[in-house]
């Protein structure tokens, strides 16, 4: 089947000497994987390896067979050129780990036009702001509403927050965070992106990125804890 959609680039894995293994999350079917196979050709092409970066937004259009297998690129070009996405390093360091996150997290090869139109609107936030510090910690506690995990926001005012359950509680238990994480996580749940950078110190952002981490691994089956954390780390200290 021919299909035209727009498509967010998950990862790129080389294949051999000049193919490469492209993931995409589309606006059409959710999770695909294409087979480029002059990737890396010395020839002029309209697949170029640049389109290919960790969350570049693709307008594509493409052979859908639905087999399982891996799919093809018949048309591809950039729905939105970033200006500052793939040249400053904060910016693409936080796109890198959150491919990472996304391929770890989206699995289903079927529609989520809502999950596609957040992530979108979301990346050409990113790529046209400055204040960009708690960009991805918002991103990944809203993705979990996307997922079915979002914290349940009844109760807030109880101290600890319960990991496997989700909720709050007034009394802790093993899977619970500290009364510290806690109230961290309640302020994040109050942010949009925008809100600045002071609202949290760098200790309290890496505390909360291992919070979310975690709470990912709780949730999700498979989830691995991205290898980029610690560049992110740096690039934030």
Known sequence: MRVKTKAIVISSLRYQ???????CFTQSDGL?????????????????????????????EATH????????????????????????????????FLSEVLHYCIKEEEQNENLYAYLETSLLWLDTHDEVANFHLILLLEITKFLGFYPDTGNQQHSYFEMTE????????????SEDETMLLRR??????????KSFHVSERQALLKVL?????FHLDGFVKPKSIEVLKEVFS
């Not at 050709?41 to 960790?54: D, I, L």
């Not at 981490?213 to 691994?217: A, E, F, G, R, V």
């Open 65 to 96: 067979k639905n087999k399982g297998t891996l799919e093809y690129f018949k048309e591809i070009r950039l729905a939105h050129p970033y200006q500052t996405l793939a040249t400053d390093i904060i910016k693409t360091t936080i796109a890198i």
């Open 166 to 177: 989700g909720i709050f509680m007034p009394y802790p238990s093993a899977s619970c965070l």
């Open 188 to 197: 994040l749940m109050t942010l949009r992106q925008g809100d600045g950078a």
């Open 17 to 23: 000497e000049k193919g490469l293994i492209v993931k």
């Open 213 to 217: 981490i975690d709470y990912y691994s």
């Open 32 to 60: 695909k994987s294409y087979f480029v196979r002059d990737a890396f050709s010395s020839k002029k092409s309209a697949q170029k390896t640049v389109y290919f970066r960790p969350l570049t937004i693709l307008e594509i």
